[in-house]
T-cell receptor, first 115, second 111 residues
Framework: EPEVTQTPSHQVTQMGQEVILRCVPISNHLYFYWYRQILGQKVEFLVSFYNNEISEKSEIFDDQFSVERPDGSNFTLKIRSTKLEDSAMYFC?????????????FGNGTRLTVT | QKEVEQNSGPLSVPEGAIASLNCTYSDRGSQSFFWYRQYSGKSPELIMSIYSNGDKEDGRFTAQLNKASQYVSLLIRDSQPSDSATYLCAVNRWSNYQLIWGAGTKLIIKP
């Protein structure tokens, strides 16, 4: 069964450094998402991406965050200058249609630890 | 009022019994409802989706939707220890296609 893949599974970085989290969505999916989950807390929406542009973003997704689809398969989340509070699990998801009609399929996540 | 509310639990159910998980939502325009299961340290995994009032069954799982009362529930029959996880309710926000997530209910199935 097709799946969303994320790399790396665990990333440790120092405060102030840039990180890029990578995702390969399911190939025939058109909508892509990033979510994060701080340990013990709820899943939080960051951004959705469709047709090569951001369709929605949350207040968490400030100027320090950016997303890119550099080629036909990868979908990346960049955090320019990491803060301690960015430590969380970051989940990439994709869906065939928009979230009104199509379930999201999640990758296994990247655990980001900012020291 | 939170947009999607779930009892955080933990909900403890004996093995073989029916586990009942509930979720209420505030956006009357919501049309799509999803239940995800999340094991500790893992990503959410889709269990059920439901779009119209009534019951939808898939194996041991039944999702129930009541739009008039703005609640959606998940029943797990013949509960197994492997069902022990956090169950997340997600509801679409009609205005901008965004999924709104509940905080999840932790379910513990006792052998």
């Amino acid at each position: 069964e097709p799946e969303v893949t994320q790399t790396p599974s665990h990333q440790v970085t120092q405060m102030g450094q840039e990180v890029i989290l990578r995702c390969v969505p399911i190939s025939n999916h058109l909508y892509f998402y990033w979510y994060r989950q701080i340990l013990g807390q709820k899943v939080e929406f960051l951004v959705s991406f469709y047709n090569n542009e951001i369709s929605e973003k949350s207040e968490i997704f400030d100027d320090q965050f950016s997303v890119e689809r550099p080629d036909g398969s990868n979908f990346t989340l960049k955090i320019r200058s990491t803060k301690l509070e960015d430590s969380a699990m970051y989940f990439c998801a994709s869906s065939e249609g928009d979230a009104n009609n199509s379930p999201l399929h999640f990758g296994n996540g990247t655990r980001l630890t900012v020291t | 009022q939170k947009e999607v509310e779930q009892n955080s639990g933990p909900l403890s159910v004996p093995e073989g019994a029916i586990a009942s998980l509930n979720c209420t939502y505030s956006d009357r325009g919501s049309q799509s409802f999803f239940w995800y299961r999340q094991y500790s340290g893992k990503s959410p995994e889709l269990i059920m989706s439901i779009y119209s009032n009534g019951d939808k069954e898939d194996g041991r799982f039944t999702a129930q939707l009541n739009k008039a009362s703005q609640y959606v529930s998940l029943l797990i029959r013949d509960s197994q220890p492997s069902d022990s996880a956090t169950y997340l309710c997600a509801v679409n926000r009609w205005s901008n296609y965004q999924l709104i997530w509940g905080a999840g209910t932790k379910l513990i199935i006792k052998p």
